[in-house]
């Protein structure tokens, strides 16, 4: 059983920038592919970004392609999401996610976190 702990959401002006991190706990980190997901009020969970294992294959949703970067640290247990200039429209709670295959479905991952906000003002 994974636990997974989001931390880094806040509130930051459009054009900011905000680092997410996730600390896994309970499993065996590297065995998993890890993914971000978003939900805005009223709207679908919907991917943000996602990578393997290794770390060497990333995948992005358009919307946040040249904004966004997915890392992680095998070595802490920890997911990144790095978020550069900002947008309203990014406002959400983003949740962390992990599964043993991986990919922009929601469906498929097993462990989650609780989720963490992230607010952009115009």
């Known amino acids: 059983q994974v636990q997974l702990v989001e931390s880094g959401g806040g509130m930051v002006q459009a054009g900011g920038s905000l680092r997410l991190s996730c600390t896994a706990s309970g499993g065996t980190f590297k065995n998993y592919a890890m993914a971000w997901f978003r939900q805005a009020p009223g709207q679908e969970r919907e991917f943000v970004a996602g990578l393997t294992w290794t770390g060497t294959n990333t995948l992005y949703r358009d919307s946040v392609k040249g904004r966004f970067t997915i890392s992680r640290d095998n070595l802490k247990n920890q997911v990144y999401l790095q978020m550069n200039s900002l947008k309203p429209e990014d406002t959400a709670i983003y949740y962390c996610?992990?599964?043993?295959?991986?990919?922009?479905?929601?469906?498929?991952?097993?462990?989650w976190g609780q989720g963490t906000q992230v607010t952009v003002s115009s």
């Open positions: 996610a992990a599964d043993t295959v991986g990919g922009k479905d929601a469906r498929l991952y097993d462990y």
